[in-house]
């Protein structure tokens, strides 16, 4: 199984509006990231969880808070959104590396990437 | 930091037919991934292909191939037959492993391909 399920599949939201966007593997991937994607750009990196800490902050703005209450389970809470944050957002997951370092043989850490929640900020 | 190049924003290619897309990217690491991406109307990211930099043998995977060439920073997709369903943007992304934390991809700007029929 190499599915990355993500909820909803779109948003659409006020201003003053709180929501969260749901995001599940079940492949015991350690490493669960977060991108906005902008149409026809590629993807932008917001947060990185590794091992359910959070690892990575791209500068995001403090309207978006993520939260990792598992290692299968990582949420994306919004809050006081701008319309310019209108966007694709995408949940992806990978198996994490390996703390020994690479070694010739390891699997790669491709990405496995969710259908995304298309949100709208009105 | 390292920086991903595709060259071509838009092609297009009959079915049936073979095309190459290109992707150039710039590092100081010696150990890092490669992937090819697509990322078709449906907008779900597909992982197409990958390359370890330390291989020197070129990956395939069934109608795709890759032509990596370490010394020249070059990572193009080939794709063979065409069809229909090739139709999508395809992304290079480029990925330095690391330890005890996620891994991050560097994504090139895309390459928008239509098979036409």
């Known amino acids: 199984d190499t599915e990355v399920t993500q909820t909803p599949k779109h948003l659409v939201m006020g201003m003053t509006n709180k929501k969260s966007l749901k995001c599940e593997q079940h492949?015991?991937?350690?490493?669960m990231y977060w991108y906005k994607q902008k149409a026809k750009k590629p993807p932008e990196l917001m947060f990185v969880?590794?091992?359910?800490?959070?690892?990575i902050n791209e500068s995001v703005p403090s309207r978006f808070s993520p939260e990792c209450p598992n290692s299968s389970l990582l949420n994306l809470h919004l809050h006081a959104l701008q319309p310019e944050d209108s966007a694709l957002y995408l949940c992806?997951?990978?198996?994490?590396?390996?703390?020994?370092?690479?070694?010739?043989?390891?699997?790669?850490?491709?990405?496995?990437f969710g259908p995304g929640t298309r949100l709208t900020v009105t | 930091a390292q920086t991903v190049t595709q060259s071509q924003p838009e092609m297009s290619v009959q079915e049936a037919e073979t095309v190459t897309l290109s992707c150039t990217y710039d590092?100081?690491?010696?150990?890092?991934?490669l992937f090819w991406y697509k990322q078709p109307p449906s907008r779900q990211m597909i992982l197409v292909i990958r390359?370890?930099?330390?291989?020197?043998q070129n990956a395939t995977e069934n109608r795709f191939s890759v032509n990596f060439q370490k010394a020249a920073k070059s990572f193009s997709l080939k794709i063979s037959d065409s069809q229909l369903g090739d139709t999508a943007m395809y992304f290079c992304?480029?990925?330095?492993?690391?330890?005890?934390?996620?891994?991050?991809?560097?994504f090139g700007g895309g390459t928008r391909l239509m098979v036409k029929p």
């Open positions: 992806a997951s990978s198996q994490g590396p390996s703390a020994k370092g690479p070694e010739a043989g390891q699997p790669p850490y491709e990405q496995y």
């Open positions: 492949m015991g991937h350690r490493a």
């Open positions: 969880y590794s091992y359910e800490k959070l690892s």
């Open positions: 590092t100081s690491e010696s150990n890092y991934y």
């Open positions: 390359q370890e930099a330390y291989k020197q």
């Open positions: 992304a480029f990925m330095k492993p690391r330890y005890n934390a996620g891994n991050m991809l560097t």
